[in-house]
T-cell receptor, first 112, second 108 residues
Framework: EAQVTQNPRYLITVTGKKLTVTCSQN?????MSWYRQDPGLGLRQIYY???????DKGDVPEGYKVSRKEKRNFPLILESPSPNQTSLYFC???????????FGEGSWLTVV | RKEVEQDPGPFNVPEGATVAFNCTYS??????FFWYRQDCRKEPKLLMS???SGNEDGRFTAQLNRASQYISLLIRDSKLSDSATYLC?????????FGAGTRLTVKP
């Protein structure tokens, strides 16, 4: 089954404790991206990757890092999480930068 | 001005009604257009692509007007299960831009 898998789905963590949210797709897609969704602000792009070892900033990259060492994986790293990073995070992938895009089920992150 | 704008609604309609959503975009060079559906606390799911000639999928019709820079979604014979938030997505170069979403509630 074609899918985008995120882990963890739910996480409560403390300020400053490094965490990684994994994203994996089994569709051999070149393009992957991360979004956060906050009430009233819609979906905002954090980082995206056009292919292996090619990443770039989206609209809200501050406080996040990503890597793309393999085509299927695109982890999101919060080196020192802060409460304003409490959000719902989505990973998405596409075979083509023009879409369509397929989303993971989302990761609810709470930083206290 | 926001790059992609949608009427946030909410739209509250009875079953069987026809409802239409519009979405305007600011970049005339935008290349691809989609409508996504998002249920509460779930991931967005592709509803349909939007083509220049307009396209239909069952009760859903999508249209693109490049001259006026908007896309539309028409839902005919609304069902209770159509209740969701509908997001328009506009893609130009490497950027995927989302509208804030329009909330639809279909009532018995």
């Amino acid at each position: 089954e074609a899918q985008v898998t995120q882990n963890p789905r739910y996480l409560i963590t403390v300020t400053g404790k490094k965490l990684t949210v994994t994203c994996s797709q089994n569709m051999n897609h070149e393009y992957m991206s991360w979004y956060r969704q906050d009430p009233g602000l819609g979906l905002r792009q954090i980082y995206y990757s056009m292919n292996v070892e090619v990443t770039d900033k989206g609209d809200v990259p501050e406080g996040y890092k990503v890597s793309r060492k393999e085509k299927r994986n695109f982890p999101l790293i919060l080196e020192s999480p802060s409460p304003n990073q409490t959000s719902l995070y989505f990973c998405a992938s596409s075979s083509y930068v023009r879409g369509p895009f397929y989303f993971g089920e989302g990761s609810w992150l709470t930083v206290v | 001005r926001k790059e992609v704008e949608q009427d946030p609604g909410p739209f509250n309609v009875p079953e069987g009604a026809t409802v239409a959503f519009n979405c305007t975009y600011s970049n005339s060079a935008s290349q691809s257009f989609f409508w996504y559906r998002q249920d509460c606390r779930k991931e967005p799911k592709l509803l349909m692509s939007v083509y220049s000639s307009g396209n239909e999928d069952g009760r859903f019709t999508a249209q693109l007007n490049r001259a006026s820079q908007y896309i539309s979604l028409l839902i005919r014979d609304s069902k209770l299960s159509d209740s969701a938030t509908y997001l328009c997505v506009v893609i130009d170069n490497n950027d995927m831009r989302f509208g804030a979403g329009t909330r639809l509630t279909v009532k018995p």
